[in-house]
C-alpha cells in the first residue's frame, strides 16, 4: 500500500512538472499597458484587419519579450499549425549561419564545391563563380526562375540552369536558391535542414514538431513547406531581436544576426513600398527600421528593433503590402517608452474584439 502510495505520489509530480514544462515553453504574458502599448491600439488593428484583409488567420504581439495579444480566427487556433510558405526561408538561412558558426562551410565557398557529380560537363563562368553568399542574398545570375516541378534531381536542375548575369550583381526572388543552401547544409551536416535545426533552434524555442515538406531526394525544401504555430513564428522574431539569444545563451552568433537582417543588395527604389528596402540573407528589410520574414498569401514575421516587438501574423491574403500597411499604421502608434496606467475599459474592448473574430469570409 505504501509502495502504490508513494507511486502516486511521484507520478503526480511528474505530471506536475511535465505541465510546468509545458508552460515554461510559452513566451511570457502581460498586459498591453504594462509593456507600453496601447490596448485601444490593437484593437483598432485587430478590427481593421478583419475587415480590410481576406482573410486573416492569426496575430500575435510582443513587445519586450511578453505576448501583449494574441488571436485566431476561426477555424485557426493557438494549437494549430500554419503553413508559412516563403518564411521558411529565413529558417533555412538561420541553418546556413549555425553551420558557419561550426567551421561546416563558409559564405563565400563556391556552390559548385558542393556537387561535384551534379555539376554539367562543362560548366559556365558565371556557374563557377556562384557563391553561398550569392544563394542567401538571391543574386545567383538567373535570368529566370527554374521550374522543377518535373524535374527528377532537383539540384542538377538548378546547376543545369542558365546563369546570364554575374553572380551578385542582379537581385532575382529565387526559391531553388534556396532549396540549393538547403542542400548545402545536408551536405555539410549530413542532415536535413529539419534535423539539424531541430536541437539548435527548435528545441531551444520550445518548438514542439515542427514539420517541413522534403524533395523527392529526401532534402528539406527550404524554400517553403515549413508549418509552424504563430507562437513560433514569434519565438523565432524575438530569438532575432535578441540577437540570436535566448534565455541567457547564446543559439546563434550576433554577427550572423547583423548579417543576415541587414541590407545585402539593392531590390528597387520606391520608398513606399516594403519590398523595395532592400534584401539580406533570407530576410526583408522594411520600413521604419523593420525587417521580417515572409511568405506566400501573408505570413509575416515583423521584428521592429526601434519598438522591441515582434509581429506574427497569418494569414490567406491577395494583398500583402496592405497587411504592412496596417501594422505601419495601426500598431506603431500604440508603443510608447514606459508603461501605461492600466486601462481595464480598453482591456475589456480588446477581448471582446477578439472573441468576435469569426471564421473567413
Given at each position: 500500500m505504501k509502495f502504490l502510495l508513494l507511486t502516486f505520489?511521484?507520478?503526480?509530480?511528474?505530471?506536475?512538472?511535465?505541465n510546468l514544462a509545458a508552460e515554461a515553453v510559452k513566451l511570457p504574458r502581460s498586459t498591453p499597458e504594462a509593456q507600453g502599448v496601447s490596448p485601444a491600439r490593437i484593437r483598432e488593428f485587430i478590427e481593421a484587419a478583419?475587415?480590410?484583409?481576406?482573410s486573416m488567420h492569426s496575430f500575435m504581439l510582443v513587445r519586450h519579450g511578453h505576448v501583449v495579444a494574441e488571436a485566431?480566427?476561426?477555424?485557426?487556433?493557438?494549437?494549430?499549425?500554419?503553413?508559412?510558405?516563403?518564411?521558411?526561408?529565413?529558417?533555412?538561412?538561420?541553418?546556413?549561419?549555425?553551420a558557419l558558426a561550426e567551421g561546416k562551410l563558409s559564405i563565400d565557398d563556391q556552390v559548385l564545391k558542393f556537387f561535384p557529380d551534379d555539376a554539367p560537363a562543362e560548366p559556365s563562368v558565371n556557374l563557377k563563380a556562384m557563391r553561398v553568399r550569392d544563394?542567401?542574398?538571391?543574386?545567383?545570375?538567373?535570368?529566370?526562375?527554374?521550374?522543377?516541378?518535373?524535374?527528377d534531381d532537383w539540384a542538377k536542375a538548378f546547376l543545369a540552369h542558365p546563369v546570364p548575369h554575374k553572380p551578385g550583381s542582379h537581385f532575382l526572388y529565387n526559391t531553388p536558391a534556396t532549396f540549393m543552401l538547403s542542400a548545402i547544409v545536408q551536405k555539410v551536416t549530413g542532415e536535413t535542414v529539419l534535423e539539424y535545426l531541430k536541437p539548435r533552434l527548435f528545441d531551444p524555442l520550445g518548438i514542439a514538431d515542427p514539420r517541413w515538406d522534403t524533395s523527392p531526394q529526401g532534402i528539406t525544401i527550404g524554400g517553403y513547406g515549413l508549418f509552424l504555430r504563430t507562437e513560433d513564428i514569434a519565438k523565432f522574431g524575438q530569438l532575432y531581436l535578441q540577437r540570436g539569444k535566448w534565455h541567457g545563451k547564446q543559439l546563434l552568433p550576433e554577427s550572423w544576426v547583423d548579417q543576415a537582417t541587414s541590407k545585402q543588395v539593392s531590390n528597387g527604389s520606391d520608398p513606399q513600398r516594403d519590398w523595395d528596402q532592400g534584401y539580406g540573407f533570407q530576410f526583408w528589410r522594411c520600413r521604419?527600421?523593420?525587417?521580417?520574414?515572409?511568405?506566400?498569401?501573408?505570413?509575416?514575421?515583423?521584428?521592429l528593433p526601434n519598438q522591441d516587438a515582434v509581429v506574427a501574423i497569418t494569414a490567406d491574403s491577395r494583398d500583402m503590402q496592405a497587411q504592412l500597411n496596417l501594422v505601419w499604421e495601426k500598431l506603431l502608434p500604440?508603443?510608447?517608452?514606459?508603461p501605461l496606467?492600466?486601462?481595464p475599459e480598453g482591456q475589456t474592448k480588446l477581448k471582446e474584439a477578439v472573441a468576435a473574430l469569426k471564421a473567413s469570409r
Open positions: 505520489i511521484c507520478l503526480f509530480a511528474f505530471s506536475g512538472n511535465i478583419d475587415q480590410q484583409v481576406d485566431w480566427w476561426e477555424p485557426e487556433s493557438a494549437e494549430k499549425p500554419h503553413i508559412l510558405w516563403s518564411l521558411s526561408k529565413s529558417f533555412t538561412s538561420t541553418a546556413v549561419g549555425l544563394l542567401l542574398t538571391m543574386t545567383t545570375g538567373h535570368q529566370d526562375q527554374l521550374n522543377w516541378r518535373d524535374k521604419h527600421g523593420a525587417y521580417r520574414g515572409d511568405g506566400k498569401d501573408g505570413q509575416f514575421c515583423i521584428v500604440a508603443f510608447t517608452d514606459g496606467q492600466a486601462d
